[in-house]
């Protein structure tokens, strides 16, 4: 999916010190912002990744939570070809249907419940629209960034259907990584997890993960509480983003509602390099990033060219850059500092 804002923000992201701070894991709430994804009508989604707040959990760098959308009001999906560069696309649907066509020459259809990554390293492009039968679009577009040794891979696509895991009080699909027995064959560059998870009204899952890793859990559907230790809690509302910083090898999930809650559980090592993000951007340097503006806007072999795709424009314009630079800003610490150290 494109970020289709008409001005853009540059995010800088400066990893955190190399080595870990003592302390407790840290845990706090990310509130989503409203953003339109274009078009006439303009779709809004809810962006909690990337925020002031923290830009990155592991090597997680965009989140998009849509819908339920009625496409008969808002137009529905229709992102014409657009491009990207040193990132993963994951794409995962809770209700509806999206046609995709990238300079891979991949066509596929992104249906409820299959993983589809695209991976764009040195460039790709691609386009998303919804097909004629959806009626409902509900679901999340994520991105990973690239480290520095895979950022310069070529276009690739991975397609999965993973299996349902019955929980005590849960079902679990794992479309990333591995999580409670299960584990997922797409190919990631750093190590990562990604999962939905349904709650039973009322359900607490205890969930044993990995304590090298950050985490974030996205409220699709009611109300949750998400735990890291005995004493402390997140209240966490619809559209949420709940983060646990490293150090946690436990996250309890409680379903506070009397209906089914669902959640998209999201982790990752820290990711310990700078980067910058700039519309469909990742890179190093603003230098970096107005070279993969200059290659879109003259239609560079770096990203080729989208076959079928039918829209009412051929393909989406670069933004204008903006007139400054501007300075890094650093990814929080992933724990508390102790009590000894402040």
Known sequence: MSNVEAHPAEIECEHGPDEPVAGRPLLETITSREVPL????????????????????GAWCFADHYGPDDVTVTGGMDVAPHPHT?????????????????????????RPGEVNLMTGGHGICHSEVSTPETTILHGVQL???????????PRNFEHYVPPVVTLPGA???????????????????????????????????????????EHGVLVDLGAVRMAASDAEHLDLDRADLGY????????????????????????????????????????????????????????????????????TVRRLPAPPLPNARIRPRRTPPSTRPSDAAR
């Open 38 to 57: 274009g078009g006439p009508r303009a779709m809004p989604v809810r962006r909690t990744l990337p925020q002031r707040q923290r830009s990155l959990i």
């Open 86 to 110: 040193g990132l993963q696309t994951v794409s995962w649907l809770f209700t509806g249907e999206i046609e995709h066509r990238d300079s891979k020459g991949v066509h596929a259809t992104v």
């Open 143 to 153: 991105w990973v960034a690239l480290p520095d040794a895979a950022r310069d891979t």
């Open 171 to 213: 079902s679990l699909r794992v479309f990333l990584g591995a999580l409670a027995g299960s584990s997922s064959p797409v190919h990631t560059f750093t190590p990562l997890l990604g999962a939905e998870l349904t709650l039973e009204p009322r359900a607490e899952v205890r969930l044993a993960v990995d304590p090298a890793f």
């Open 244 to 311: 646990a910083g490293t150090g946690v090898s436990t996250l309890t999930l409680t379903n506070r509602t009397d209906e089914p809650a669902r959640v998209v559980l999201l982790g990752g090592e820290p990711f310990g390099e700078e980067i910058l993000m700039w519309w469909n951007f990742v890179g190093r340097d603003h230098d970096e990033i107005a070279a993969f503006r200059d290659a879109w806007e003259a239609e560079s072999d770096r990203f080729g060219s989208v076959e079928g795709y039918s829209g």
